[in-house]
C-alpha cells in the first residue's frame, strides 16, 4: 500500500482552495477506489493537506512558468533531492501557464527538461513526479461559472493522474483530454480498466510511484536512453480476432558504440517495466493484460555494439481471453523502463482487425478454446486432440496464414516430451515427428521473424543430437 500527503498551494496570492471534490466523491476516494485491482482496500491513499499554502502564497501572480512551479514544489514538499520514493507531494493552483495560456493544467515535474522546462535550477527536476500545476485562470476562460467548480476537480484528477505515471487518452475519461469549447466538461469521469491496473501496482511499480522513474508522457518519448533502440514488427497485419499472430521485439545497441552496455533481463509484458500499448479504432488507448506477472529479474544482459537482443510475444491472447474485440485498425507500440535513466518508446505498427467470421472450417478449428490454448501457450499432452488437429491443419492447408504457427506450436510439444524422454525408440520418432512441424514453421512466411529463427535452431539441435 502507497501513502502520501498531498500538499496543496495556491501561489497567485489568494487565499481560497478549490474543493477537492469530483461528483461528490473525493479525489481520495477516487484514487483508492481505482487502485484497488489487487487489494480492495485500494493501493494508493492519499491524504490532502493545506497546512503549507503559505509557505508559496503569493510566489507569483499572473502567468508562471515551469520555473515558478519548481520553486513553489520544493516549498510545498520538501522532499530531498536523493529521494527514490517520495510520500509528499504537491498540488499547485496558479493563474495561467505562460507556455500555452490555454491550458487547464500540467505536470511539470518529469524528471528531465523538456521545451517548456529548460530554466529549472539544478536539482529542482532530480525528483520526477512530486507533483503537478492546475491553472484557474484558464479554466474560467473555458468555462462558465457552474462548470468551473467540476473542471478544476477534473483537472486535478488529471494532472496526479500524471503524477502516478499515466499518460494521456483519447477517451471519455479522467485522463481524456478536455475541450476548449463552451462550457462542456468531460462526461467521463473514471479510469480505463489498464490505468485502474497500472495505479494498482503502484506500491511494488517505481513505473507507478512518485519518484521513481521518469515521465513517461509524450514529452518522455524524446528521451532516450543513449542509443539504445527499442523496434517492433509483427508478424501478420490482418488477423481474424482468434488468429495467431505473435509482436516480434528487438533492442539493438548500435554498431558505432565504442563499449558495450546492460539492459535488465525483463524485456517481457509479464514485467512492469516492459508495457505494450493497444490504441482501438475509437482512439482509446489500453496497456496489454499479461496473463503472467513476475518480480524484478536480479540478472542482466550484455549488448556489445551491434548486437540485439530479440524475443517474440504471442499477442492475440492475453489475460481474460482475446486480445482483440472491435473490428477495424488498431495501432501497437511498445514502452521499456532503462531504470532510473528514462523510458524509450518503439515504433508503432498498425493491425487490422477483420469482422468475426467462422465461415470456413479452417477458421472454426483455430476458435476453439482447446486449440487457441496451444497456439498461445505451445503446451499439450501428446494425446491431446488438438495437437493431432493443429498438426493435420498445418499439413492440409500450407498456404494458410495460420500454418506456420499451427507448425511451430505443435512441434514446440513435441520438442519438449522429446527432451523428457530416455527411450531410443520413443525419443528417434518424437525427433521426426517434431523436425517435420518445425521444418513446417521455419520456412512459413506467416509466422514472426524471431519464431522463425528459433524453428531453425531446434532443428539445428535435433540433427547434431
Given at each position: 500500500?502507497?501513502r502520501?500527503?498531498?500538499?496543496?498551494?495556491?501561489?497567485?496570492?489568494?487565499?481560497?482552495?478549490?474543493?477537492?471534490?469530483?461528483?461528490?466523491?473525493?479525489?481520495?476516494?477516487?484514487?483508492?477506489?481505482?487502485?484497488?485491482?489487487?487489494?480492495?482496500?485500494g493501493?494508493i491513499h492519499l491524504?490532502?493537506?493545506?497546512?503549507?499554502?503559505?509557505?508559496v502564497?503569493?510566489?507569483?501572480r499572473?502567468?508562471v512558468?515551469?520555473?515558478?512551479?519548481?520553486?513553489?514544489?520544493?516549498?510545498?514538499?520538501?522532499n530531498?533531492?536523493?529521494?527514490?520514493?517520495?510520500?509528499?507531494?504537491?498540488v499547485?493552483f496558479?493563474?495561467s501557464?505562460e507556455?500555452?495560456?490555454?491550458?487547464?493544467?500540467v505536470?511539470?515535474?518529469?524528471?528531465?527538461?523538456?521545451?517548456?522546462?529548460?530554466?529549472?535550477?539544478?536539482?529542482s527536476?532530480?525528483?520526477?513526479?512530486?507533483?503537478?500545476?492546475?491553472?484557474?485562470?484558464?479554466?474560467?476562460?473555458?468555462r462558465t461559472?457552474?462548470?468551473?467548480?467540476?473542471?478544476?476537480?477534473?483537472?486535478?484528477?488529471?494532472?496526479?493522474g500524471?503524477?502516478?505515471n499515466?499518460r494521456?487518452?483519447?477517451?471519455?475519461?479522467?485522463?481524456?483530454?478536455?475541450?476548449?469549447g463552451?462550457?462542456t466538461?468531460?462526461?467521463?469521469?473514471?479510469?480505463?480498466l489498464?490505468?485502474?491496473?497500472?495505479?494498482?501496482?503502484?506500491?511494488?511499480?517505481?513505473?507507478?510511484?512518485?519518484?521513481?522513474l521518469?515521465?513517461?508522457g509524450?514529452?518522455?518519448?524524446?528521451?532516450?536512453?543513449?542509443?539504445?533502440?527499442?523496434?517492433?514488427?509483427?508478424?501478420?497485419?490482418?488477423?481474424?480476432?482468434f488468429?495467431?499472430?505473435?509482436?516480434?521485439?528487438?533492442?539493438?545497441?548500435?554498431?558505432?558504440?565504442?563499449?558495450?552496455?546492460?539492459?535488465?533481463?525483463?524485456?517481457?509484458?509479464?514485467?512492469?517495466?516492459?508495457?505494450?500499448?493497444?490504441?482501438?479504432?475509437?482512439?482509446?488507448?489500453?496497456?496489454?493484460?499479461?496473463?503472467?506477472?513476475y518480480c524484478?529479474?536480479?540478472?542482466?544482459?550484455?549488448?556489445?555494439p551491434?548486437?540485439?537482443?530479440?524475443?517474440?510475444?504471442?499477442?492475440?491472447?492475453?489475460?481474460?481471453?482475446?486480445?482483440?474485440?472491435l473490428?477495424g485498425?488498431?495501432r501497437?507500440?511498445?514502452?521499456?523502463?532503462?531504470?532510473?535513466r528514462g523510458?524509450?518508446?518503439?515504433?508503432?505498427v498498425?493491425?487490422?482487425?477483420?469482422?468475426?467470421?467462422?465461415?470456413?472450417?479452417?477458421?472454426?478449428?483455430?476458435?476453439?478454446?482447446?486449440?487457441?490454448?496451444?497456439?498461445?501457450?505451445?503446451?499439450?499432452s501428446?494425446?491431446?486432440?488438438?495437437?493431432?488437429?493443429?498438426?493435420?491443419f498445418?499439413?492440409?492447408?500450407?498456404?494458410?496464414?495460420?500454418?506456420?504457427h499451427?507448425?511451430?506450436?505443435?512441434?514446440?510439444?513435441?520438442?519438449a516430451?522429446?527432451?523428457?524422454?530416455?527411450?531410443?525408440?520413443?525419443?528417434?520418432?518424437?525427433?521426426?515427428?517434431?523436425?517435420?512441424?518445425?521444418?513446417?514453421?521455419?520456412?512459413?512466411?506467416?509466422?514472426?521473424r524471431?519464431a522463425?529463427?528459433?524453428?531453425?535452431?531446434f532443428?539445428?539441435?535435433l540433427e547434431?543430437?
Amino acid at each position: 500500500m502507497y501513502r502520501a500527503t498531498c500538499y496543496v498551494g495556491r501561489i497567485d496570492g489568494f487565499d481560497t482552495l478549490p474543493a477537492m471534490h469530483v461528483g461528490g466523491r473525493s479525489i481520495t476516494t477516487i484514487f483508492r477506489d481505482a487502485s484497488s485491482e489487487r487489494d480492495p482496500a485500494g493501493d494508493i491513499h492519499l491524504t490532502f493537506d493545506t497546512s503549507r499554502h503559505r509557505y508559496v502564497r503569493g510566489l507569483k501572480r499572473g502567468p508562471v512558468t515551469a520555473l515558478h512551479l519548481h520553486h513553489a514544489l520544493r516549498r510545498l514538499t520538501i522532499n530531498p533531492a536523493s529521494a527514490q520514493r517520495v510520500h509528499r507531494i504537491g498540488v499547485i493552483f496558479a493563474h495561467s501557464y505562460e507556455w500555452d495560456t490555454r491550458a487547464f493544467g500540467v505536470m511539470f515535474d518529469r524528471g528531465f527538461k523538456t521545451e517548456d522546462d529548460t530554466r529549472a535550477p539544478n536539482g529542482s527536476y532530480a525528483i520526477p513526479r512530486e507533483g503537478c500545476a492546475v491553472f484557474l485562470k484558464a479554466i474560467a476562460q473555458h468555462r462558465t461559472p457552474p462548470h468551473r467548480a467540476a473542471e478544476t476537480a477534473i483537472t486535478t484528477v488529471h494532472e496526479l493522474g500524471h503524477v502516478f505515471n499515466l499518460r494521456d487518452n483519447s477517451g471519455d475519461t479522467f485522463m481524456g483530454k478536455p475541450s476548449l469549447g463552451g462550457a462542456t466538461i468531460p462526461s467521463g469521469t473514471g479510469f480505463l480498466l489498464a490505468e485502474s491496473r497500472w495505479l494498482s501496482e503502484c506500491s511494488r511499480s517505481e513505473a507507478v510511484w512518485p519518484g521513481g522513474l521518469d515521465f513517461r508522457g509524450a514529452s518522455a518519448q524524446r528521451r532516450i536512453h543513449g542509443n539504445l533502440q527499442l523496434r517492433i514488427d509483427l508478424s501478420r497485419d490482418e488477423v481474424f480476432a482468434f488468429e495467431p499472430f505473435e509482436l516480434d521485439v528487438k533492442l539493438t545497441w548500435p554498431k558505432h558504440e565504442r563499449r558495450s552496455t546492460w539492459i535488465s533481463r525483463d524485456v517481457d509484458p509479464g514485467y512492469s517495466g516492459f508495457r505494450i500499448w493497444i490504441e482501438d479504432p475509437s482512439g482509446a488507448v489500453r496497456l496489454w493484460a499479461s496473463p503472467n506477472h513476475y518480480c524484478r529479474p536480479s540478472d542482466r544482459i550484455a549488448l556489445a555494439p551491434g548486437e540485439s537482443f530479440e524475443r517474440d510475444i504471442s499477442l492475440f491472447g492475453q489475460s481474460g481471453g482475446y486480445t482483440f474485440r472491435l473490428p477495424g485498425t488498431h495501432r501497437i507500440w511498445a514502452e521499456y523502463d532503462v531504470g532510473r535513466r528514462g523510458t524509450i518508446r518503439s515504433n508503432s505498427v498498425p493491425l487490422h482487425v477483420r469482422g468475426f467470421h467462422r465461415s470456413a472450417s479452417a477458421l472454426e478449428l483455430l476458435a476453439v478454446p482447446s486449440v487457441a490454448r496451444l497456439l498461445y501457450y505451445r503446451r499439450a499432452s501428446l494425446r491431446s486432440r488438438a495437437l493431432r488437429q493443429l498438426e493435420v491443419f498445418s499439413n492440409e492447408h500450407p498456404k494458410h496464414a495460420a500454418a506456420g504457427h499451427a507448425a511451430y506450436a505443435t512441434g514446440r510439444v513435441v520438442l519438449a516430451e522429446w527432451a523428457a524422454t530416455e527411450e531410443p525408440g520413443r525419443k528417434r520418432r518424437l525427433a521426426r515427428r517434431a523436425y517435420e512441424s518445425l521444418r513446417r514453421a521455419a520456412d512459413h512466411p506467416g509466422l514472426g521473424r524471431h519464431a522463425r529463427k528459433r524453428a531453425k535452431d531446434f532443428i539445428d539441435n535435433l540433427e547434431r543430437t
